[in-house]
């Protein structure tokens, strides 16, 4: 063996070719599908965060109606009549989730559409019917004795004028109708989604073969969510992601799992097949290990063509010497070959097509984010902004002032103020001229208190014609200059006259309007300094005091 010149040449081409066109695709291949199976898991875990976005963002749309409800005039006087149009409306519409809805007094009566009057009190979530009852609350699933079916409770305080507890709205949202939304919720074909609450209870999983467990703690080892430590850290991470082998298929699966804003703690996770989910990287392998195998081939071809090219005119002069004949050989030179340039050719269209794909993928994550957080920002705006007058609704009140207390209390500021404000002889207007003209009056007086106000100040519609203005870092004599400009401002408009003339259309303008009847403001005022003995409602409570000792006068 190896006793020729050309059999030792051939060898020794073909194992260095061989060896180092190995190591050079094995390098390749690890990077290449190292850095695609990052980018893919990245890609998973931000479609995983937009998913659990978008059911907070559903959660809170369902509690920004039911908060929608507990000021409405009928909710507030427990009309029952008023109050079963209103339920059976939102019950009946499209994209509500609500199947059942009371209106529950503090005795534990409750008013429903189609339902009447019920005792309640064996039901679970009345316990939550008590004065120190939050604004809001979101309840762990419970068996809902009416539906007959397992529920997830929305509950929301209904308040009188005065800020005292009067009742509670509770919904019922069925977990079937949870499980159904995790119908789309997938990273690949074969993967689906599943909500735990923050014990680790399941709250929503479109399998029925899971209705029959507790806690995820309960589940076969091996066989969903794998060992006590992939249950740790979905209980204690806000997001992660983790591996498990399934004991029934074999295979390797792999999760993702993030917090649902708006909840008490639940995460929405994504199962999905490993291999599955890697299969473009997986196929991108096959890829090189067919190109280094074409490249062997031609390495193969050219060590013979090079050897040839060197032995062949030797093993003609050796012929022509043992034959002892002049040596009519002609040795050839080297000449370049075009495997080479094919190889490269071959890597960089590999490297083009990997490229673009990243860019789609990129470019997709950016117009799904974009789409996410115009929808965001416009059901934001929906639910903390007055549809009349621009200004922020009575909803955003506890928001605000909570902001501004906190900074008191850490030092950020001294104190702020919160004025209360009442149009008198409001109800004349709307009543003579009709709501047109009251709600243009509404408009314009908004326009006067941000021209005396500063950019900092935070004024909302609590209600009709009543007004609240937050008041930063301010003191009670600059709290006095501010209402002397308000007031100022408004005896400006002289009732009116004019300009309801103007929108009326009545060239002589409106008869002069009884000294009685003439629209003013009463301006009342409170100041927080972070006592500990000073809560948001005596706050409201001592400026809408202020106000009426003033309206009296």
């Known amino acids: 063996m190896f006793k020729s010149i050309r059999s030792k040449f051939l060898f020794v081409y073909i194992l260095l070719f061989t060896i180092t066109i190995t190591a050079l695709s094995a390098m390749f291949m690890y990077s290449t599908t190292r850095q695609f199976n990052e980018l893919t898991t990245d890609q998973a875990m931000e479609n995983t965060r937009s998913f659990a976005k978008e059911m907070g963002d559903r959660l809170l749309f369902h509690r ?66 008590a004065p120190d009852t939050p604004d809001y609350y979101i309840g762990d699933p419970i068996w809902d004795l009416l539906l007959r079916q397992p529920v997830v409770q929305i509950s929301v305080a209904v308040k009188d004028k005065e800020g005292e507890l009067i009742g509670v709205v509770e919904a019922s949202v069925p977990l079937k109708r949870l499980s159904k939304e995790l119908e789309n919720t997938k990273l690949i074909s074969d993967s689906f989604g599943w909500i735990v609450d923050r014990e680790g209870m399941i709250i929503a999983h479109p399998d029925v073969a899971f209705e029959t467990y507790t806690n995820i703690k309960d589940l076969p080892r091996n066989d969903e969510l794998g060992n006590a430590k992939n249950f740790e850290d979905i209980l204690t991470w806000d997001e992660g992601t983790g591996y498990y082998w399934h004991s029934e298929t074999g295979v390797k699966r792999g999760y993702t799992f993030a917090t649902v804003k708006h909840t008490p703690g639940w995460k929405l996770g994504i199962t999905f097949v490993e291999q599955d989910m890697f299969h473009q990287s997986a196929g991108l392998g096959d890829l090189l290990a067919i190109s280094a195998g074409l490249a062997l081939v031609i390495a193969i071809g050219v060590t013979i063509y090079l050897t040839t090219s060197i032995v062949k005119p030797i093993q003609e002069l050796t012929a022509s010497t043992q034959n002892e004949q002049a040596f009519e050989g002609q040795l050839s030179l080297l000449q370049e070959n075009e495997e080479i340039k094919t190889l490269i050719a071959a890597y960089n269209k590999m490297r083009a097509r990997i490229q673009l794909h990243t860019e789609e993928l990129e470019n997709l994550v950016e117009e799904r984010t974009m789409e996410l957080n115009k929808a965001n920002e416009a059901l934001y705006k929906q639910a903390t902004v007055d549809r009349l007058t621009g200004i922020l609704n009575r909803g955003q009140l506890n928001v605000e002032a909570n902001k501004l207390m906190e900074e008191v209390k850490t030092g950020a500021m001294g104190a702020f103020g919160i004025l209360f404000m009442d149009l008198d002889n409001f109800k004349y207007y709307n009543d003579s001229f009709g709501h047109d003209i009251g709600d243009k009056i509404l408009i314009d007086v908004v326009k006067r208190f941000i021209s005396v106000t500063s950019a900092e100040d935070i004024l909302i519609r609590y209600g009709g014609d009543e007004f609240i203005i937050l008041l930063p870092a301010i003191d009670e004599e600059t709290v006095k200059k501010v209402i002397r400009r308000i007031q100022q401002s408004m005896d400006q408009t002289d009732s009116y006259r004019k300009q309801i003339g103007q929108w009326l259309a009545l060239p002589d303008g409106i008869d002069e309007i009884q000294e009685s009847k003439k629209l003013s403001i009463s301006i009342g005022y409170a100041i927080y300094y972070g006592r500990e003995d000073q809560s948001l409602e005596d706050l409201l409570k001592k400026a809408d005091k202020d106000m009426y000792d003033k309206k009296q006068k």
């Open 64 to 129: 920004v109606i039911l908060q929608g409800m507990a000021i409405e005039d009928g909710v507030q006087a427990f009309d029952k009549e008023a109050v079963d149009e209103i339920i059976k409306h939102y019950l009946n519409a499209d994209g509500i989730f609500f199947e059942n809805i009371f209106l529950i007094d503090t005795k534990g009566r409750a008013l429903a559409y189609a339902k009447g009057y019920e005792r309640v009190r064996e039901i679970a979530f009345y316990k939550h019917v």
